[in-house]
């Protein structure tokens, strides 16, 4: 079952610079900062109630977001939401024609396991499904 949006992910250049921008705007200080080396990406997470916003650089020129960036500006990367058995919701979401990006879910950061929803199956909006580890 899908319980919340957990965050909204946002593609930036330089991290640091967008931490201290958000750190202004959000009149608090990111909780973690964390690399996915497999996904060749930094991330930094501010908390607001019970959801979040997580920044993301690439660490590499061949990461997702560093592709992402070229083909974009900075901003929305994704959306995550909350969920309490990743595995039911892939097959539920597989049966309602929803096409995953993976068979499998894989570690991400801030202690959760994920999986990508491609964005041509949900009007062009990359969704991850995440699980805390947990759970």
């Not at 640091?16 to 990111?30: G, I, M, V």
């Not at 650089?57 to 995550?80: C, F, M, R, V, W």
């Not at 097959?91 to 995953?100: I, N, W, Y």
């Amino acid at each position: 079952m899908i319980r919340r949006i957990e965050h909204l992910g946002i593609a930036v250049q330089d991290i640091q610079a967008s931490n201290a921008l958000f750190e202004k705007l959000l009149n608090t200080a990111p909780y973690k900062m964390e690399v996915v080396e497999r996904e060749g990406v930094m991330t930094s997470f501010f908390q607001l109630g019970e959801s979040k916003v997580e920044l993301l650089q690439a660490t590499h020129p061949d990461s997702p977001i560093a592709k992402y960036l070229e083909k974009n500006k900075q901003g929305i990367h994704h959306i995550a939401l909350d969920v309490d058995d990743i595995y039911a919701e892939m097959a539920r979401l597989e049966k309602e024609g929803f096409v995953l990006l993976s068979n499998e879910p894989k570690p991400g950061a801030d202690g959760k396991i994920i999986v990508f929803l491609h964005p041509k199956s949900t009007n062009g909006v990359l969704i991850e499904l995440c699980q805390d580890t947990k759970n």
